[in-house]
């Protein structure tokens, strides 16, 4: 494995323009995204601990500006060069891709990035690789971005969409919900990557612990003001990161008029909400039992309740869809069911790419059955609350309307102070409107006579 610091220079004229150490991890992270499906924030984090806080800070901004464009920089790579992007080696498709947002968006200046792509491609491929990688991002440097984007829309009929940063089929499911005038602002909230929100387990910490701006709905966090892992009440497992979106998903469960009885959180992993609701129960004299299928995020659940001291929450590695528990038991149901994360694209870049509209065949079924078992689990007169961080139609209002044995409750109306977020009955929250994930929650009760 070549040495990136080796063929450091100064960079000054006449001497050989080389790769960076930001340059080296951004590669390296962007291949183990595309190529091993890694996710970027786990990636990013192992490829850039040993790097200068300057040089993770570009390296990140590298990598993620380059996941959210990755189409529109395929489809600028592939007309640059005159080929499709399977002709070339997947590892240089992924330097080029990097070069191309260097270029097209962070407006570094073209001999630049071209020579520091060109020597990035010596040092870790090959130097048989540098004659294409120049050639190939001379010809993208040729045009600016507006240039690009008058040839793209010549050439392609979903140039709007790649310019937008987004797949065709997930700005179609934006407009599905949407008035299409707020949809610029939508795929734009999408291109921003969010500020962390911080929230209290209730009762271990107080909120004006956290520092930072309170939140505007929640009351239970704050907008993070530096590294949430410097804040002593998160690094001590008495708080959290968590969007307010899901904030407000568990405050609503909380506050929705439902009998006494122990609370379920269904799908549970990797604890977030139920770190919570486990507090919110806690208030009211309840426990919440909570269940996940996979065993290593059942432990992330368990970890996420580490701190409550007294009549610990109890957490199990199950699957939803067989029950553990007997039918007719929990007065407050959880499904934060699985889902395409089509309302979370800010923080994940890369998973709009990754996502296809297949996913939702997988899904869908699961997500009916797992409703079915959640309403199976309640007891007559308690209330689940379904909710998915994708506004996507299909699994959201689609899933609750096919479902048997509930009466739909007015989510809306239980957060009345959340200006903007009625969807028919239901609530759906929005990155441009609410500044959190694109969550969508409904409220269902069990007829109190059902058996
Ligand atoms: C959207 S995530 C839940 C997020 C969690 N509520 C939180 O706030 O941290 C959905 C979870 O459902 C789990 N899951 C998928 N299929 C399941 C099943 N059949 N039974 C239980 N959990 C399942 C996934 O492993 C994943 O952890």
Redesign the pocket.
């Given at each position: 494995m070549p040495n990136p610091d080796r063929s450091r220079r100064s960079g000054s004229r006449g001497r050989r323009t080389t790769s960076d150490p930001a340059r080296v991890a951004a590669y390296r992270t962007l291949r183990a995204i595309t190529a091993d499906d890694a996710y970027a924030n786990l990636a990013l984090a192992e490829h850039t601990t040993e790097l200068s806080a300057r040089d993770a800070a570009f390296a990140t901004q590298l990598v993620s500006g380059t996941c959210r464009g990755l189409g529109l920089y395929d489809a600028i790579i592939a007309s640059a060069g005159g080929r499709p992007l399977r002709s070339l080696q997947p590892a240089v498709v992924d330097l080029l891709r990097l070069g191309a947002h260097q270029l097209l968006e962070l407006r570094v200046p073209s001999h630049a990035a071209v020579a520091a792509t060109v020597e990035l491609a010596r040092q870790v491929l090959s130097p048989r690789v540098t004659g294409v990688v120049n050639a190939i991002l001379r010809k993208v440097a040729a045009l600016d971005a507006d240039g690009w984007a008058t040839r793209l829309r010549k050439e392609r009929t979903d140039a709007e969409a790649l310019l937008a940063r987004h797949p065709q089929w997930i700005i179609e499911a934006y407009a599905d919900l949407l008035p299409a005038a707020e949809l610029p602002a939508m795929l734009a909230a999408n291109n921003e990557p969010p500020v962390p929100h911080l929230v209290v387990r209730p009762r271990l910490a107080e909120v004006a612990e956290l520092g930072g701006r309170p939140l505007r709905w929640s009351p239970f966090g704050v907008e993070a003001s530096g590294n949430p892992g410097d804040v002593p009440a998160v690094a001590q497992g008495r708080a959290g990161v968590q969007d307010e979106g899901?904030q407000l998903v568990a405050w609503a469960l909380a506050r929705v008029a439902a009998p006494q009885g122990p609370w379920l959180?269904?799908?549970?992993?990797?604890?977030?909400?139920?770190a919570l609701l486990a507090g919110l129960a806690r208030d009211q004299g309840e426990r919440l039992l909570a269940?996940?299928?996979?065993p290593h995020?059942a432990a992330l659940v368990a970890k996420a309740l580490v701190s409550y001291p007294d009549s610990k929450p109890m957490v199990i590695a199950a699957?939803?869809?067989r029950p553990a528990w007997p039918a007719n038991s929990f007065s407050r149901v959880l499904l934060?069911?699985?889902?395409t994360g089509l309302g979370a694209l800010r923080r994940r870049p890369e998973a709009r790419w990754r996502r296809k509209p297949a996913d939702l065949d997988a899904l869908v079924p699961?997500q009916h059955e797992?409703l079915a078992s959640a309403i199976a689990a309640t007891a007559p007169g308690g209330v689940i609350a379904y909710a998915t961080?994708s506004p996507h139609r299909r699994e959201t209002s689609e899933v609750v309307e096919a479902a048997e044995g509930i009466e739909i409750i007015d989510a809306s109306a239980v957060l009345p102070e959340i200006p903007d977020a009625a969807r028919g009955l239901y609530l759906q929250l929005w990155p441009h409107r609410h500044g959190t994930d694109a969550m969508f929650l409904a409220l269902l009760r069990k007829p109190a006579a059902t058996q």
């Open positions: 899901s959180d269904l799908c549970a992993g990797p604890g977030g909400k139920a269940s996940e299928l996979q995020r699957d939803g869809t934060d069911a699985p889902c699961l797992l961080c």
